[in-house]
């Protein structure tokens, strides 16, 4: 069980660019994502908050400061990472000149041993005397765990970040420290001198002396290169053919949404024009995955997403603001957004497009959401709404994280107040309902990222920038952390008490009853076997399942949430070998 984190005294403020946007929102989104670049004191409009309109809904602690904030404002870096075996959360950010040398551009990391109680900044610089030193920029972050052990002296902390060279990119660092908090850094420059994009991804991976990451060439505007390792600190440039820019409509790879790992693969999701993508979507943009099963040394070519064939027609264009996630069985799950350019102010819907195991490509509109038509921050359009998925470590459950601008304003207004909004997934059941975590109309919660991976208990790390001074994104910046509790976004949650044996089948009545929305049902299964437990309305139609499949003997507790269902009478049954008992339950809300 995670600890509680210490309740924080902030002024939330949020930094917007003041200038004004020309042309439709529509071909602004519809394009290639603009590559991050990075602007020092840029023009920046600033409220400072008072303490009573900060979340109240959970906590942050402030982990470090930074002098810009630039360094995570891009949904193509992972600037925070958790690992459940060792309990450990990192994060990755920028320097600030008091104890840094080079301006703001040196890079340091943050840790914690014990899921994110306490703290122990900047371990770094990460360029470990080697050239440009503080000319680092949009660094991620992973934790590497081959052994899946419990200290976290035996975890990888894997970083790579490009540099700044004449203020264009000029290359890279990448690297591994030998232990969490070691500060050790084993450090390697891109010699070559290649200037890579800022859009460099990796994640964690546990069970595996392998590690991979990626990055797009900015030479060639669009080719897509595996940095590979076997060992985690020896590393190898792959260019698959699958990647290259003959694979391509507008000749780019357009932009990299995740490196997943599970099960001993590594998959890559991008999203771009692919010369293979269906006639229909011949010059749009959509999603594609592509798969490693030796380690990340070759790849498949790219399954592609038939976005135009799982939405309705009217979406016409989706954003390049999206992730990628894998869960437990291999299932495929993008997170994104379209826009519906038939109506005004055009309406945008986040969708979740997933292909199962073995299966085909399916939709679902998760929401729709308030239009803006500015998400700039600080003068770079590419934070938008700042998708992210994470999963469980046993990968029954994704969950995702994205911004809304709740108060009721048109799309046309020139500053959003973003607020922080979830839901989670699990297989049968879908996509539980959205909720506002913060939920504070003058507090703006951007610059948000989510760690790609949580804990079996739901509870999930994100990492969010506020500035603490009057001057925005390139003053004084605080770097907070938090964490989300997603168990309470499941229909249902089952768990085992490991101190009490089961000597009979046996079948509770539901605690409270009547209830709203939710109950507890105790039962008790004698042996190992499949076991089923479902709900019925009372004409006898199922109308949720608690529980199915192999359970072992033991007493259980399952939590059942009827949010989703009228009030009535309702009747659960337990199926467990040739065992079977139904009582009654009453809903009242």
Not at 6 to 34: D, E, H, N, Q, W
Not at 198 to 208: A, L, P
Not at 291 to 312: E, F, N, R, Y
């Amino acid at each position: 069980m995670l600890k509680k984190v210490s309740t924080l005294l902030l002024i939330a403020v949020f930094a917007l660019s003041a200038m004004s946007f020309a042309g439709s929102k529509t071909a602004k989104y519809a394009g290639r994502a603009p590559r991050a670049i990075d602007v020092e004191g840029a023009n920046s409009i600033v409220f400072n908050v008072p303490q009573g309109e900060r979340s109240m809904v959970f906590t942050y602690t402030t982990v470090d400061t930074m002098a810009n904030a630039y360094g995570p404002g891009s949904g193509s870096v992972n600037p925070i990472a958790y690992d459940p075996y060792s309990n450990s959360v990192v994060i990755i950010h920028r320097s600030k000149s008091t104890y840094a040398s080079g301006g703001s551009g040196g890079i340091f990391y943050a840790y914690s041993k014990d899921g994110g109680a306490t703290w122990t900044p900047r371990q770094g610089p990460l360029s470990n005397g080697l050239a440009n030193d503080g000319n680092g920029r949009y660094p991620s972050i992973a934790l590497h765990n081959p052994t899946m052990a419990a200290s976290s002296d035996s975890v990888l902390v894997q970083f790579q970040f490009p540099l700044l060279v004449g203020g264009a990119f000029g290359g890279m660092i990448y690297g591994a420290d030998p232990g969490v908090g070691a500060n050790s850094p084993l450090s390697n420059i891109d010699s070559a001198g290649v200037p890579w994009w800022s859009s460099m991804t990796s994640n964690s991976v546990f069970g595996d002396a392998s590690f991979v990451f990626g990055v797009i060439n900015a030479s060639t505007d669009g080719f897509y290169s595996i940095f590979q390792s076997d060992d985690g600190i020896t590393f190898t440039q792959i260019d698959p053919p699958q990647f290259a820019v003959s694979v391509f409509n507008d000749g780019n790879f357009d932009d990299i949404n995740a490196i997943a790992y599970r099960n001993g693969n590594y998959y890559l999701g991008a999203r771009g024009q692919f010369m293979a993508a269906p006639q229909s979507d011949s010059g749009s943009y959509t999603f594609g995955v592509s798969k490693s099963t030796d380690k990340g040394k070759t790849w498949s070519d790219l399954d592609i997403v038939p976005w135009k064939a799982l939405v309705p027609s009217n979406y016409v264009y989706n954003i390049y603001s999206a992730d990628f996630a894998v869960d437990g069985a291999g299932g495929y799950h993008f997170l994104t957004a379209g826009i519906d350019t038939n109506v005004t102010p055009q309406l945008w819907s986040l969708f979740h497009m997933y292909k199962a195991s073995g299966g085909a490509w399916t939709s679902t509109k998760i929401k729709d959401l308030p239009a803006h038509d500015n998400w700039t921050y600080g003068g770079l359009g590419q934070t938008l709404i700042e998708l992210n998925l994470s999963v469980s470590a046993n990968g029954e459950m994704v969950a995702a994280k994205w911004l809304e601008d709740s108060r009721g304003a048109t799309y046309l207004d020139s500053l959003p107040v973003a607020d922080v909004w979830t839901s989670a997934w699990k297989s049968g059941q879908g996509w539980s309902t959205p909720v506002n975590r913060t939920n504070t109309p003058a507090v703006n919660d951007q610059l948000v990222h989510v760690a790609p991976y949580f804990a079996n208990n739901g509870k999930i790390h994100i990492m969010r920038n506020q500035s603490v001074t009057t001057s925005g994104h390139a003053g004084d910046m605080d770097v907070h952390v938090t964490k989300i509790d997603y168990s309470s976004d499941i229909v249902t949650g089952v768990s085992r008490n490991e101190d009490l044996v089961a000597s009979k089948f046996e079948l509770s009545q539901n605690y409270p009853n009547p209830f709203n929305p939710t109950t507890t049902i105790s039962f008790s299964v004698p042996v190992n076997g499949d076991v089923s437990m479902k709900v019925y309305n009372m004409v006898g139609q199922e109308v949720a399942t608690i529980v199915s499949g192999y359970q072992t003997a033991g007493f259980y507790m399952a939590s059942f949430d009827a949010s989703k269902l009228s009030s009535g009478v309702y009747f659960y049954k337990l199926q467990a070998g040739s065992f079977s008992q139904v009582k009654k339950m009453m809903l009242l809300k």
